[in-house]
């Protein structure tokens, strides 16, 4: 297949999108991250952006964001400018620790991801945002810390207040950077289940940042590859074969199946997006 055939095209008449970009370029200098880009995500959709350190990823949820503007192309979230359209979006930023003396309660730190402006300070805005963030809280199974201090909770715990926090304010498009990142297995599997779970029932589309594929693979629609300047856009299948990554990387590089996963060998070191050939693979 050729390049051109895997840049995303979207039909006339598709439903309105929760993300587009139009010839996108993003470049820091002569450093072109990407450009050309082309993307439209579905109510729904999941997509995984992949690539190896420094392609630019980070650097696309700042565009997502509002805290970097383009180089040249439009972006919109359900039809808004980035930074005017932050209500309509949830965002899970990488697990890491919080400092044990915090204080706030779980139910506070979701409640930071409501739109203060929407709920009023009268008794109903204050029932409705009590509503609003105990049943997030039940959604994600953290009800029964709903009123600890925040700091005294396990990793994965507040993992599960920062998923609740983003989708609290029912997001149109759920941002996440690596939420999976040092969190067990167990964890990883609730953390991807509840993404998984919104998107299903809320329609919400799914940005999920990640180097490391196999943990959301079976929920992956397309996945976004950039390498150094260059990308690939397509289902998994289509756009991890040992032809496009090769083009990509521009190196030899073969593409495993083992026991369901995807294993790439012959990357650069720093392609940390799927297993090294001596890595565990996991069942
Ligand atoms: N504000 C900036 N000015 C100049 N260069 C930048 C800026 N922000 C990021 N870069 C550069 O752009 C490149 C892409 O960075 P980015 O953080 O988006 O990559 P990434 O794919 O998220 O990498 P990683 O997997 O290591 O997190 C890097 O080389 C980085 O140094």
């Known amino acids: 297949m050729t390049a051109d055939a895997l840049v995303d095209a979207a039909p006339v008449n598709a439903p309105a999108a929760a993300l587009r970009m139009r010839s996108a370029r993003l470049a820091y200098g002569s450093r072109v991250l990407w450009d050309g880009l082309d993307l439209d995500i579905r109510p729904g959709e999941f997509l995984a952006v992949l690539g190896p350190n420094g392609s630019g990823k980070t650097s696309m949820l700042r565009v997502l964001l509002g805290q970097q503007p383009l180089s040249a192309g439009t972006v919109t979230i359900a039809g808004h400018a980035p930074g005017k359209a932050n209500h309509k979006l949830g965002y899970i930023p990488q697990q890491r620790a919080i400092d044990a003396n915090l204080t706030l309660r779980a139910r506070d730190l979701v409640g930071l991801g409501l739109d203060g402006h929407r709920w009023g ?9 009590r509503r609003k963030v105990d049943a997030v809280l039940a959604e994600v199974g953290a009800s029964d810390y709903a009123d600890h201090p925040v700091g005294l909770l396990s990793g994965g715990e507040q993992q599960r207040l920062r998923v609740a926090q983003a989708l609290v304010g029912d997001p149109e498009l759920l941002l996440c950077d690596e939420p999976l990142l ?14 998984d ?8 589309a799914v940005l999920f940042v990640t ?13 976004l590859y950039l390498v150094n300047g260059r990308f690939r856009i397509g289902p998994p299948d289509e756009v991890m074969t040992s032809e496009n990554l090769s083009e990509l990387y521009r190196t030899p590089v073969d593409v495993l199946r083992v026991r369901g996963q995807i294993v790439v060998v012959g990357a650069h070191q720093e392609a940390h997006h799927c297993p090294e050939p001596t890595a565990e693979v996991r069942p």
């Open 121 to 129: 300070l009268g008794l109903r805005g204050r029932a409705e945002r």
């Open 182 to 195: 040092s969190l067990d297995l167990a964890h990883q599997r609730v953390v991807s289940d509840l993404i």
């Open 197 to 204: 779970a919104r998107r299903r029932t809320a329609g919400t």
């Open 211 to 223: 180097h490391e594929i196999n943990p959301v693979l079976p929920l992956v629609d397309r996945v």
